[in-house]
């Protein structure tokens, strides 16, 4: 084992260069201490979570890359919470903190095992905690600033800690103000914030129900479990079957990345070994596990695209059949949101379109069965993978393929969802 990880070892995509300096803090303190003294000095800093949501490029990374370790999970409030912590609909207000390292699907097990709602929808979600509120992250009805009371941060910038409020945070459409921090404009990164915020997430406190059931409020949901939508059944239960719809999209990590030495200690052991035994489950199809090498559609930054947000005039020259939902754009006006993947498939870039290792632009093969390095997923066009020993240029090569023939075919310039390190002006 290399005495530095690179980030191959520490993405779920499985592709990045070497890091200068890994560390690895276990304490609040050193935490706070490991990010000032790379400010201080100059250097790049990358604080990385989980590493789902990050695209790096094969150079050498220069600088200092920060992993929190603390991953304590604690009840702020009383095991029968008082009775003036009651929501409007009678149930019982819980406030769960949890530190910025925890693995966000281990946070959302555990909460579901001391009988509290709120983050079941978010089952399967890759990543940590801290991330979790950067990007506001979202799925099967639920987001999580639906259920957070506040965030702890470190000021990079003032040089203090602060608590920042649901309010404080600005959430939208899978952004912060954290994330804000870090772009002049979508996928435009600032010059003095950027790949980490100006707030770095410390902890992060959450507002929950206790109660064993959970609201179904996704249709897809819904259908899967054969119930109507917004009927209450057991939390257990939606997050059984959101990992199982989740598997069926190749939407979910691959479990055996906890085996890589950088990976262990990282997500409960508990944890991991329920992952890899659901993952051997005939319904997670695309995925098989063989020796020494693990061939996935799980190999990837998962949804790779934000859907678009465009102006009703924007929105008016999309085909008829073009999906549609009422939205708010950044200035605050009236938006359409429409389906990236909707526009990926009908540009002609279907599951399983795939490039080659070292392929142009021009030189694609649209071939499931292709042996292309970089591909989409084949069960879902908004991943981009890395379906065997693809380099980081193979997954940039991909993504220009596909933003240049959406923009051709409809006009609309997809930005990439994942923090996108050394490489932005290749997309």
């Known amino acids: 084992m290399s005495d530095q990880p690179t980030f191959a070892d520490i993405t779920t995509i499985g592709v990045g260069g070497t890091i200068a300096r890994f560390i690895e803090p276990t304490s609040r303190v050193a935490f706070i201490e490991a990010v000032e003294d790379a400010d201080e000095k100059g250097l790049r800093l990358c604080v990385i979570g989980g590493g789902s949501n990050m695209l790096v490029s094969d150079n050498p990374f220069d600088g200092v890359v920060v992993r929190d370790a603390r991953r304590t999970i604690s009840v702020q409030d009383e095991a029968a919470p008082a009775e003036d912590g009651i929501d409007a609909s009678g149930a019982h207000i819980v406030h769960v ?15 579901i095992s001391l009988g509290l709602e709120g983050v079941e929808g978010l089952s399967g979600v890759p990543g940590t905690v801290g991330a979790s509120v950067v990007q506001n992250i979202g799925a099967y009805g639920q987001e999580v600033s639906q259920s957070v009371e506040s965030v702890e941060v470190w000021d990079r910038k003032n040089k203090v800690t602060r608590e920042l409020s649901c309010e404080e945070m600005k959430f939208g459409y899978r952004t912060s103000l954290l994330k804000q921090s870090m772009y002049d404009s979508p996928g435009v990164p600032k010059s003095e914030f950027f790949p980490t915020p100006r707030y770095v997430v410390l902890s992060v406190t959450f507002c929950l129900k206790h ?21 209450r059944i057991d939390t257990s239960v ?113 599951k399983g379109f795939q490039i080659g290792d070292g392929a142009n632009c021009d030189s694609v093969d649209e071939n499931s069965d292709g042996d292309g390095a970089a591909g989409l997923s084949s069960l879902h066009t908004l991943a981009l993978t890395n379906r065997h020993n693809a380099r980081a240029v193979d997954i940039f090569r991909l993504a220009r393929v596909i933003i240049d023939g959406v923009n051709h075919s409809f006009g609309v310039k997809l930005v990439p969802e994942p923090v996108v390190i050394d490489a932005f002006n290749e997309l």
């Open 97 to 111: 903190n949890a530190e910025a390292g925890c693995n966000w699907d281990d946070f959302v097990s555990h909460t």
């Open 211 to 231: 109660s064993k059931t959970g609201v179904v409020s996704h249709s897809q949901l819904a259908h899967a479990l054969n119930v109507n939508l917004y009927d």
């Open 238 to 350: 939606i997050r059984r079957e959101v990992l199982r719809v989740r598997a069926s999209k190749g939407m979910l990590e691959d479990a055996y990345r906890y085996e890589n030495p950088w990976m262990r200690r990282v997500k409960n052991a508990d944890c991991v070994r329920e992952a890899i035994r659901l993952q051997s489950e005939d319904y997670l199809t695309g995925v098989w596990h063989d020796g020494d090498d693990t061939y996935s559609d799980r190999h990837s930054c998962g949804s790779f695209f934000m859907n678009p947000i465009l102006s009703v005039e924007e929105a008016d020259k999309l085909p008829d059949n073009a999906p549609r939902f009422d939205a708010t754009l950044p200035d605050g006006s009236f938006g359409v949101k429409t389906s990236a993947a909707w526009l990926i498939d009908n540009a002609g870039f279907h």
